[in-house]
C-alpha cells in the first residue's frame, strides 16, 4: 500500500485519503479489490474504495458517472438482438466477460451478435462510432498521462473514478474526447517513467 504524503497530494479535494492501492487491477475479488477492503476495514480513506473500483469497470454505470461528472461519453444504447449499423464497440453485460469488441461492418456484428448476448441471455451496451473516428488508450497514473495530448483530461477521470491506475478506451472525434471503457492497469506493466509519476507521492509501507 502507498501511504500519501497529504501535504503533497490531495489535501482539500475528492482526491483526499491516506492511502493510494497500486495493484491496478480492481476488479472484484482479485488481490487488487481486498487490499482496498482490507483498507476500508481498518479504518483507512483509500483509492479507490471499493465502491470506486466496482463502478469504473461496468461500462454503463462508468458512462453515466461521467456523464454526470460533464465528461463526454459515445451515444450509446443497449440491445440484446437487434444490433444497430456498424460501426461500434459492443461491450456485454453479463457475469462472464466484460472486454469490449470493435465491430466495424455488418458482418462482423453478425458474427458476434450471439456470442455477445449469449444467445439473447444478456444485454449488450453498444457505443456508436462515427466514420471519422479513431480509438486511443491512454494509460493514468495517479491522475498523470505522459502523452501531452491528454494531460487535462488524465486529471479529470482521476479525480472522477479515483483509480490510481488505470487504462482508459478514448473514442477520438474531431470535435471531442469520449471516454468509452476503463480496464485494468496493473503495476506490474508501469513503464519507468510512468513510476517516476509517483515520486515525492507518498512512501510505500507495509
Not at 491516506?18 to 482490507?38: E, F, K, M, P, R
Not at 455477445?116 to 497514473?141: C, E, F
Request: proline residues 7%; charged residues 20%.
Amino acid at each position: 500500500m502507498f501511504h500519501l504524503d497529504k501535504t503533497r497530494f490531495g489535501a482539500g479535494t475528492a482526491l483526499h485519503a491516506d492511502v493510494a492501492n497500486l495493484a491496478g487491477d480492481y476488479s472484484y475479488l482479485t488481490t487488487g479489490y481486498y487490499a482496498s477492503l482490507d483498507a476500508e476495514l481498518a479504518g483507512l480513506k483509500v483509492l479507490p474504495t471499493t465502491a470506486d473500483a466496482l463502478d469504473a469497470y461496468v461500462v454503463p454505470i462508468a458512462m453515466e458517472k461521467a456523464t454526470l461528472a460533464g465528461l463526454p461519453v459515445p451515444a450509446h444504447e443497449i440491445v440484446t438482438d437487434r444490433f444497430p449499423p456498424a460501426p461500434m464497440l459492443a461491450y456485454p453485460i453479463n457475469p462472464f466477460s466484460w472486454k469490449g469488441e470493435l465491430l466495424l461492418d455488418d458482418a462482423a456484428v453478425e458474427s458476434r451478435r450471439k456470442g455477445l448476448t449469449y444467445t439473447g441471455k444478456y444485454a449488450v451496451l453498444v457505443q456508436h462510432l462515427p466514420h471519422d473516428h479513431r480509438i486511443d488508450i491512454v494509460r493514468v497514473v495517479m491522475g498523470v498521462s505522459l502523452v501531452p495530448e491528454y494531460v487535462p483530461l488524465a486529471r479529470q477521470l482521476f479525480e472522477v473514478f479515483r483509480l490510481p491506475l488505470m487504462r482508459v478506451r478514448i473514442v477520438v472525434t474531431p470535435k471531442a474526447y469520449l471516454l468509452s471503457a476503463i480496464e485494468p492497469l496493473r503495476f506490474d506493466e508501469l513503464t519507468d517513467e510512468e513510476r517516476a509519476c509517483l515520486e515525492g507521492l507518498g512512501t510505500w509501507r507495509g
